[in-house]
């Protein structure tokens, strides 16, 4: 019996009594999409998965001005990836010092300015792992197993209102500086391609490899 109250929770029984309203909002919804995508001196009508395209309405523009050309640019800066061994680590350095500056400037109004108060996630603290299992206060320093995740996450995804603007050198020292204010690493350390992944995190055993290659137990 679901939490629900008896309602059936298989998700069979669900697609093979779908409601006819709903059928008829997603071809709706289908029907305004497609017709957004198509090219608009399309004068035929078209049939594409079952729905037929209508013509652009007068006056539509030729384009729609969303978005713009990716460039080498553009791709090369998502188009990367920074694996748990360094590979894919850019040339740069950065020290702790010059991190200070860095996480200042760019990440202190959203994280605070010791990286502990927020309001987003902490980055310096946590709880120790106990008997109980994984820390309560999930941080960089208590939870992630791996120094060089950090320039793979923060040139991706932060600063979250400007992702990818930092240089490589500001990378590697705010890493540096959060890695120093946790205690991972001394507060005079440069981090570069090579001293990076000889970081040894304090979670770095906590985690185990899932050598699982199929069958009904992860299913
Ligand atoms: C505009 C606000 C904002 C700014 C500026 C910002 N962050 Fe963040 N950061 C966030 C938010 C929100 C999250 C949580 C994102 C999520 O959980 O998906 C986050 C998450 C993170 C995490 C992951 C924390 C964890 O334990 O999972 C790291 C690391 C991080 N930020 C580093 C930085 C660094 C370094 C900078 C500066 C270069 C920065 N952030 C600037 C808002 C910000």
Redesign the pocket.
Same mark, same amino acid.
């Given at each position: 019996m679901s939490p629900r109250g008896g309602r059936p929770t298989s998700t069979r029984s669900h697609s093979r009594v779908r409601p006819p309203l709903l059928r008829v909002a997603v071809a709706a919804i289908l029907a305004v999409s497609v017709a957004a995508c198509s090219a608009p001196n399309n004068s035929s009508t078209s049939e594409t998965e079952g729905v037929a395209l209508a013509q652009s309405p007068p006056g539509a523009p030729a384009r729609f001005a969303f978005g713009k050309p990716a460039d080498s640019a553009l791709v090369a800066l998502w188009a990367r990836d920074v694996r748990p061994d360094g590979a894919g680590l850019p040339p740069g350095k950065g020290s702790a010092s010059q991190g200070k500056g %860095? @996480?200042l400037a760019?990440?202190a109004?959203?994280?605070g300015p010791t990286g502990t108060e927020g309001p987003?996630?902490p980055?310096v603290g946590g709880d120790a792992w106990g008997k109980g299992g994984p820390p309560k206060l999930?941080?960089?320093g208590s939870y992630w197993p791996y120094a060089t995740t950090?320039f793979d @996450?923060?040139p991706r995804a932060?600063?979250?209102?400007a992702p990818g603007s930092?240089t490589a050198d500001e990378t590697y020292a %705010?890493i540096a500086w959060?890695l120093a204010s946790n205690g991972i690493v001394s507060t005079d350390a440069v981090l570069d391609a090579s001293t990076l992944p000889a970081v040894r995190m304090p979670a770095r055993d906590r985690f185990v490899r899932d050598n699982r290659r199929g069958g009904p137990e992860i299913r």
């Amino acid at each position: 019996m679901s939490p629900r109250g008896g309602r059936p929770t298989s998700t069979r029984s669900h697609s093979r009594v779908r409601p006819p309203l709903l059928r008829v909002a997603v071809a709706a919804i289908l029907a305004v999409s497609v017709a957004a995508c198509s090219a608009p001196n399309n004068s035929s009508t078209s049939e594409t998965e079952g729905v037929a395209l209508a013509q652009s309405p007068p006056g539509a523009p030729a384009r729609f001005a969303f978005g713009k050309p990716a460039d080498s640019a553009l791709v090369a800066l998502w188009a990367r990836d920074v694996r748990p061994d360094g590979a894919g680590l850019p040339p740069g350095k950065g020290s702790a010092s010059q991190g200070k500056g %860095v @996480y200042l400037a760019h990440c202190a109004m959203c994280h605070g300015p010791t990286g502990t108060e927020g309001p987003a996630p902490p980055l310096v603290g946590g709880d120790a792992w106990g008997k109980g299992g994984p820390p309560k206060l999930q941080t960089i320093g208590s939870y992630w197993p791996y120094a060089t995740t950090l320039f793979d @996450y923060i040139p991706r995804a932060m600063p979250q209102n400007a992702p990818g603007s930092l240089t490589a050198d500001e990378t590697y020292a %705010v890493i540096a500086w959060l890695l120093a204010s946790n205690g991972i690493v001394s507060t005079d350390a440069v981090l570069d391609a090579s001293t990076l992944p000889a970081v040894r995190m304090p979670a770095r055993d906590r985690f185990v490899r899932d050598n699982r290659r199929g069958g009904p137990e992860i299913r």
